[in-house]
């Protein structure tokens, strides 16, 4: 079987890498790929926004089914161009990706269908979405509401900071037409996970919850990032959670969608927050998250291969048996280059440590300079997964790993999964 990955970062080495360990006759096309995944098949120098060019390629090469990994190019309508080609995809189509990408869309969605979340309203004057964070008083959490790269949204721990941020994105103009409608939302507080889900869009393959580490240093502080890390299992995340997030998430969220006529197939992943009420929705995301697949593929005791494939098809997926998981821990470390997550040089020369047991290396900002040597091209150079005994384990394999990649500037944290190590060691 010939299988298409569009995207070439971690997120998409690990869902190559996951693929051919399902099925090792695996023929393995990526576009544009990265230079991971050209060690698992070939890669074409296409980029994921050729939505034509990638269609053209499925095509020619008479691919079984497509895997789109970016929201960018499901936000441009991959999806619906692929279908209405009559070629098999997994993802969402460009409406049901609104869940993602108009985050005004999704929170209507949410409040109408009584999906647990904090209160929003949506303003195009600045004037009266000033006053509505004034009526709700500091800390408020200011949006843009369309798709910002992970940067739109402000938790203004001030008025006088809610008021800047509304006039940046509404006059200001910082995030483009993705900030020329705000919401100015209700802040909630607590641990935040993770939870992806497969879905035909009716019936719902749950994974185990993760944790993103969205800061830059250790602890969790410094400036965001796309994320430096993820771990799972995750202590907190209760079988009763999983329940409750199938039943007040993932199962009335899909219904809406469908009766909104945008039934959503493909991975929906639900970023949650564990307040004192209970679980919220902080966002939804239409595809795969990155760096938390890259923890929770090599953790998979059962296949991913074939439930993707038969979501691609069109089929359902009621009778799919239920995903099974290794027990352990998977603990990812993110190796990112100086100055992430601002601006950083390229083409520094890379030194790899030789193979671990136990440790997956997924390519993210890599690539192969005229010579041949591996160099990096990105903020996130690499997402090193280490699977464990125990969640300490994970992370000091993970660490030690990442300790030995080498190039300039290099830097990472050591302490990913922290916030469960220090749970279990109050717990001992
Ligand atoms: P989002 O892009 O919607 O995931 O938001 C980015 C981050 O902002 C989240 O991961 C949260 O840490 C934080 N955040 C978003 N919404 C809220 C909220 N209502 N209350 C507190 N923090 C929030
Ligand atoms: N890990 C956050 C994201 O993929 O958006």
Request: aromatic fraction near 6%; charge should be negative.
């Given at each position: 079987?010939?299988?298409?990955?569009?995207?070439?970062?971690?997120?998409?080495?690990?869902?190559?890498?996951?693929?051919?360990?399902?099925?090792?006759?695996?023929?393995?096309?990526?576009?544009?790929?990265?230079?991971?995944?050209?060690?698992?098949?070939?890669?074409?120098?296409?980029?994921?926004?050729?939505?034509?060019?990638?269609?053209?390629?499925?095509?020619?090469?008479?691919?079984?089914?497509?895997?789109?990994?970016?929201?960018?190019?499901?936000?441009?309508?991959?999806?619906?161009?692929?279908?209405?080609?009559?070629?098999?995809?997994?993802?969402?189509?460009?409406a049901?990706?609104?869940?993602?990408?108009?985050?005004?869309?999704?929170?209507?969605?949410?409040?109408?269908?009584?999906?647990?979340?904090?209160?929003?309203?949506?303003?195009?004057?600045?004037?009266?979405?000033?006053?509505?964070?004034?009526?709700?008083?500091?800390?408020?959490?200011?949006?843009?509401?369309?798709?910002?790269?992970?940067?739109?949204?402000?938790?203004?721990?001030?008025?006088?900071?809610?008021?800047?941020?509304?006039?940046?994105?509404?006059?200001?103009?910082?995030?483009?037409?993705?900030?020329?409608?705000?919401?100015?939302?209700?802040?909630?507080?607590?641990?935040?996970?993770?939870?992806?889900?497969?879905?035909?869009?009716?019936?719902?393959?749950?994974?185990?919850?993760?944790?993103?580490?969205?800061?830059?240093?250790?602890?969790?502080t410094?400036?965001?990032?796309?994320?430096?890390?993820a771990?799972?299992?995750?202590?907190?995340?209760?079988?009763?959670?999983?329940?409750?997030?199938?039943?007040?998430?993932?199962?009335?969220?899909?219904?809406?969608?469908?009766?909104?006529?945008?039934t959503?197939t493909?991975?929906?992943?639900?970023?949650?927050?564990?307040?004192?009420?209970?679980?919220?929705?902080?966002?939804?995301?239409?595809?795969?998250?990155?760096?938390?697949?890259?923890?929770?593929?090599?953790?998979?005791?059962?296949?991913?291969?074939?439930?993707?494939?038969?979501?691609a098809?069109?089929?359902?997926?009621?009778?799919?048996?239920?995903?099974?998981?290794?027990?352990?821990?998977?603990v990812?470390?993110?190796?990112?280059?100086?100055?992430?997550?601002?601006?950083?040089?390229?083409?520094?020369?890379?030194?790899?440590?030789?193979?671990?047991?136990?440790?997956?290396?997924?390519?993210?900002?890599?690539?192969?300079?005229?010579?041949?040597?591996?160099v990096?091209?990105?903020?996130?150079?690499?997402?090193?997964?280490?699977?464990?005994?125990?969640?300490?384990?994970?992370?000091?394999?993970?660490?030690?790993?990442?300790?030995?990649?080498?190039?300039?500037?290099?830097?990472?944290?050591?302490?990913?999964?922290?916030?469960?190590?220090?749970?279990?060691?109050?717990?001992?």
């Amino acid at each position: 079987m010939r299988v298409l990955v569009v995207g070439g970062g971690a997120r998409e080495h690990a869902l190559g890498w996951k693929l051919l360990a399902d099925d090792p006759s695996l023929d393995l096309i990526s576009a544009p790929g990265n230079p991971g995944l050209a060690e698992l098949g070939r890669c074409e120098a296409i980029a994921a926004t050729d939505i034509a060019g990638l269609a053209a390629l499925a095509r020619r090469e008479e691919v079984a089914f497509t895997i789109v990994g970016p929201e960018g190019p499901l936000d441009a309508g991959i999806v619906d161009h692929f279908r209405s080609n009559g070629l098999a995809v997994f993802g969402p189509s460009k409406a049901a990706a609104r869940i993602e990408t108009s985050k005004r869309f999704a929170k209507e969605l949410m409040l109408a269908a009584n999906v647990p979340t904090a209160g929003a309203r949506t303003f195009t004057s600045v004037a009266a979405a000033t006053a509505e964070a004034e009526r709700l008083g500091a800390p408020v959490v200011i949006k843009a509401s369309g798709l910002a790269a992970g940067k739109g949204v402000i938790v203004a721990t001030s008025i006088a900071e809610a008021r800047e941020a509304i006039e940046s994105m509404l006059e200001g103009n910082v995030f483009g037409e993705a900030g020329h409608e705000v919401l100015v939302e209700e802040f909630m507080s607590g641990e935040e996970i993770s939870v992806f889900a497969l879905t035909d869009g009716t019936h719902v393959l749950p994974m185990i919850a993760a944790q993103d580490h969205k800061r830059i240093g250790e602890g969790d502080t410094g400036p965001n990032t796309g994320g430096m890390g993820a771990y799972a299992p995750v202590s907190i995340a209760t079988g009763g959670i999983a329940a409750q997030t199938m039943d007040r998430v993932f199962l009335p969220t899909l219904a809406a969608l469908r009766a909104a006529g945008s039934t959503f197939t493909g991975l929906l992943y639900a970023g949650l927050m564990l307040t004192r009420e209970g679980q919220k929705v902080v966002e939804f995301n239409c595809r795969f998250g990155d760096p938390e697949t890259e923890a929770l593929l090599p953790l998979m005791a059962t296949g991913l291969l074939e439930p993707m494939r038969a979501i691609a098809n069109g089929d359902s997926i009621a009778g799919a048996p239920p995903i099974e998981w290794r027990a352990g821990a998977a603990v990812t470390t993110v190796v990112a280059a100086e100055g992430y997550p601002g601006s950083v040089r390229t083409g520094e020369e890379i030194s790899l440590p030789p193979d671990e047991g136990g440790v997956m290396v997924f390519h993210a900002g890599t690539k192969r300079n005229v010579e041949g040597a591996l160099v990096t091209a990105g903020g996130r150079v690499f997402a090193i997964t280490a699977l464990g005994d125990s969640l300490a384990a994970a992370q000091k394999l993970s660490a030690s790993h990442a300790s030995r990649v080498q190039f300039d500037g290099r830097q990472y944290r050591r302490d990913i999964g922290w916030r469960d190590l220090a749970r279990q060691s109050d717990r001992a």
